[in-house]
């Protein structure tokens, strides 16, 4: 496993050599995490029970990472907002913070853009800039709590970037925000959601057993999916649904397939039926998403009656599934739109 020496990526192990490497007791660690995690601060300059002294011998071989707000976007139609941060390099990423009944959750990214070339995705388009720090990912969380001022209880790790494609930093980031001794979120309130990098659900399942899957995946075949997602091309859609099971009887939880829903190229019966073999006797959920239209893409959103046949099909088969409520749908809700669009507008796209 990777080791991070971001102060707000280090784990409570890594920080306290560090702070005894830089000749400071060791209770310092524990204030500086708590500062970090807990009080969620933006500056060194906010840790008011350190001495400076410290603070600096600590922050000049350890820096500290997070996201500045740049814009955001309030969804007059349910209150989802959408923000975009910029990173200590003038990269941008986008994060969503949708309200339910259950509690405010954030969906947030993994990478600064995505090598992974689904062809329905607008954070593809510009590859891949760099993966996020573990403290990049924390941070959205954070300063989504600091702007609102409300507690996040539920974590969506489905915006830009493939998760597994940033494993460490993802595993790294699920360990600190689950700690009691920071956000405490309870793993079993963190879903990430793959396209299907086959060893890394193996070894997801066999590290974070509590934490939900979700797997995108779009086609019910091996062909419609090389057509969609370049990773079919690395791994079968029978590998695929082999590493799927594992999951679920590795940890004892329902998987989640996520299935856009693309007018005349996945949405037909016959692909709902497909579909429906495939998972057979899976302790699974299908969520079908209406796809956003992306307008580099001569993609279409399937149409009601269509959607609803579909629908209709797998409940017949008796699996579980639902139809994804879109969330935020006059702000530019797609995934990688908004960081697009910012990148185009400020001459950087
Ligand atoms: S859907 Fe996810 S994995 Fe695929 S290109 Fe977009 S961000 Fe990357």
New binding site residues.
Partial sequence: MESFTDIRSMNMEELTAAVTAAGEKKFRAKQIYGWLHQKLIRTGDEMKNVPASCRQTILKDHPLYGVTEVERYVSKIDGTTKFLFELHDGNIIESVLMKYRHGNSVCISSQAG?????R??A??LLGLERNLYPSEMLDQIYAIQRATGERVSHIVVMG???PFDNFDALCRMIELVSDENGLNISRRNITV?T?GLVPKIYAFADTYPQVTLAI?LHAPNDAMRKEL?P?ANRYSMKELMEAAAYYVEKTGRRITFEYSLVKDVNDRKEHAEMLAALVKGLNCHINLIPVNPVKERDFRQSEQNHIQAFLHILEKHHIQVTVRREMGRDISAA??QLRKGYKERSGNG
């Fill in positions: 995505c090598r992974m070339g689904c329905f995705c954070s593809t830009t970037g493939e959601s396209c995108s997602m990773v995934c990688g």
